[in-house]
């Protein structure tokens, strides 16, 4: 079982950056994959970014490729989303959620309900 708490979020003006951290606590967090999820007011939760067991490989919403940065500190047990160039459309609750996967899984998890578990959220607002 993981524990995830979520921190980085805040208020941000338009174009700047921030950095998500999500903190696992438990045993055995290499074998997790990790996904982000985000959701807006009176919007359904959306996936954002999540990797690949098998080789670290990250894949993207198409609404954040080219702007944001899925990395994994295995030794800190925590994983960073980093956002740039931040519009009022990213203005969510973001979310992380991890799956426990065998050794060399090499799927991407895209749904919501493929998650085991899940953070309370960070609440990222962009203003104009």
């Known amino acids: 079982q993981v524990r995830l708490v979520e921190s980085g979020g805040g208020l941000v003006q338009a174009g700047q950056s921030l950095r998500l951290s999500c903190a696992a606590s438990g045993r055995a967090f290499e074998t997790y994959v990790i996904g982000w999820f985000r959701q807006a007011p009176g919007k359904e939760r959306e996936f954002v970014a999540t990797?690949?067991?098998?080789?670290?490989?990250?894949k993207y919403a198409d609404s954040v490729t080219g702007r944001c940065t899925f990395s994994r500190d295995n030794t800190k047990n925590t994983v960073y989303l980093q956002i740039d160039n931040l519009s009022p459309e990213d203005t969510a609750v973001y979310y992380c959620?991890?799956?426990?996967?065998?050794?060399?899984?090499?799927?991407?998890?895209?749904?919501?309900?493929?998650?085991?578990?899940w953070g309370q959220g960070t609440q990222v607002t962009v203003d104009y």
């Open positions: 959620s991890a799956k426990s996967v065998y050794d060399g899984n090499f799927f991407y998890y895209y749904d919501e309900e493929d998650y085991d578990y």
């Open positions: 990797d690949r067991r098998s080789n670290g490989n990250v």
